[in-house]
């Protein structure tokens, strides 16, 4: 494929197709008397990126017709103020999905296991409880964490036929990387997992058919590794030396290798959100 505009993988217009989907959904679950779903959000502290991811996670909300239900506290809030808030969510009826932003302050006695745990699985918009990575894991239904299955609905765009092929996630987050893996594999792809041990990233990469980088380390996948035709999904986003947002894939000399790539920002980002607008929703019904 020679470098064109035309093997980007648009997560922008993808996501907006699926919001506005979502958003006649709620529309019909409102004309029938059903009531409006609702979305909880907790934000712990005062990580400038975390406000922001949260501030779009919200926007969505209003977008698609969902109810919003916004808490808001300190970095050195506690444990229990975190706990405390997620019971109450937890019993709260207008509320079908509660999201605690991740990362949790850091050096201020969090446990953020516990407080993944302590919210209702089946008010889990996340997929982070261990219940349902329990499920993911067997393959049972359950919510799926947003990014991955953003990610699965990605490839799925670019018309790859998952089958058999060869998938290397980098990466091995709770959040991302361990379950796209087993996404992958549910799919039947030969499944390798990299990580910041492995030894040769750019033979492991070589072989893979679809590449998903999910590090956060920037532009750490070179484009010369990617094998010719490769889906190439770039969950990083990271500044460089100047400031400028980038992913954790070399966008400029990857592209003209790859079938398919996302670009950095508006290729996972958007996804993540409307992955998660679409759990709290199926947890309703
Ligand atoms: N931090 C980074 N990504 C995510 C996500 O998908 N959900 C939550 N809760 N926190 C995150």
């Given at each position: 494929?020679?470098s064109?505009?035309s093997?980007?993988l648009?997560?922008?217009?993808l996501?907006?197709?699926i919001r506005?989907e979502?958003?006649?959904r709620i529309?019909s679950?409102?004309?029938?008397?059903?009531?409006q779903?609702?979305?909880a959000?907790?934000?712990?502290g005062?990580?400038?990126?975390?406000?922001?991811?949260?501030?779009n996670?919200?926007r969505?909300?209003d977008?698609?017709?969902?109810?919003?239900f916004h808490?808001?506290?300190p970095?050195?809030a506690?444990?229990?103020?975190?706990?405390?808030?997620v019971?109450?969510?937890?019993?709260?009826p207008?509320?079908?999905g509660?999201?605690v932003?991740?990362p949790?302050?850091?050096?201020?006695?969090y446990?953020?296991n516990?407080?993944l745990?302590?919210?209702?699985p089946a008010?889990?918009a996340?997929g982070?409880?261990?219940?349902?990575?329990?499920?993911?894991?067997q393959?049972?239904?359950?919510?799926?964490p947003?990014t991955?299955?953003?990610v699965m609905?990605?490839?799925?765009h670019?018309?790859?036929?998952?089958?058999?092929?060869?998938?290397?996630?980098v990466?091995r987050?709770?959040?991302?990387?361990?379950?796209?893996?087993?996404?992958?594999l549910?799919?039947?792809?030969?499944?390798t997992?990299?990580?910041?041990?492995t030894?040769?990233?750019?033979?492991?990469i070589?072989r893979g058919d679809?590449?998903?980088?999910?590090?956060?380390?920037?532009q750490l996948v070179k484009g010369?590794?990617i094998?010719?035709?490769?889906?190439v999904?770039?969950v990083?986003i990271n500044?460089?030396?100047?400031?400028k947002?980038?992913?954790d894939v070399e966008f400029e000399?990857?592209q003209?290798?790859?079938?398919w790539?996302?670009?950095?920002?508006?290729?996972?980002?958007?996804?993540?959100?409307?992955?998660?607008?679409?759990n709290?929703?199926e947890?309703?019904?």
């Amino acid at each position: 494929m020679t470098s064109t505009a035309s093997n980007l993988l648009d997560g922008k217009a993808l996501a907006a197709s699926i919001r506005a989907e979502l958003a006649q959904r709620i529309a019909s679950l409102a004309a029938a008397g059903r009531p409006q779903p609702g979305l909880a959000t907790v934000l712990v502290g005062d990580d400038p990126a975390s406000h922001v991811y949260v501030r779009n996670k919200r926007r969505a909300c209003d977008e698609v017709g969902m109810a919003n239900f916004h808490v808001e506290l300190p970095a050195d809030a506690g444990q229990a103020a975190v706990l405390a808030e997620v019971q109450r969510l937890n019993q709260d009826p207008r509320v079908h999905g509660i999201l605690v932003q991740l990362p949790l302050p850091k050096n201020a006695g969090y446990d953020e296991n516990e407080v993944l745990a302590a919210i209702d699985p089946a008010k889990d918009a996340d997929g982070f409880h261990p219940l349902n990575q329990g499920a993911l894991m067997q393959g049972r239904p359950a919510p799926v964490p947003c990014t991955p299955k953003g990610v699965m609905r990605l490839i799925d765009h670019s018309g790859m036929k998952l089958k058999g092929c060869n998938a290397v996630v980098v990466g091995r987050s709770n959040i991302v990387g361990k379950p796209l893996a087993l996404l992958l594999l549910a799919r039947h792809c030969t499944v390798t997992l990299c990580h910041s041990r492995t030894t040769d990233l750019a033979a492991e990469i070589g072989r893979g058919d679809v590449v998903v980088a999910a590090v956060g380390v920037a532009q750490l996948v070179k484009g010369a590794w990617i094998k010719p035709g490769a889906v190439v999904i770039d969950v990083g986003i990271n500044r460089n030396q100047a400031g400028k947002l980038v992913g954790d894939v070399e966008f400029e000399a990857a592209q003209p290798r790859a079938g398919w790539i996302t670009p950095v920002p508006g290729g996972v980002g958007p996804m993540t959100i409307a992955m998660l607008l679409e759990n709290t929703l199926e947890n309703l019904s």
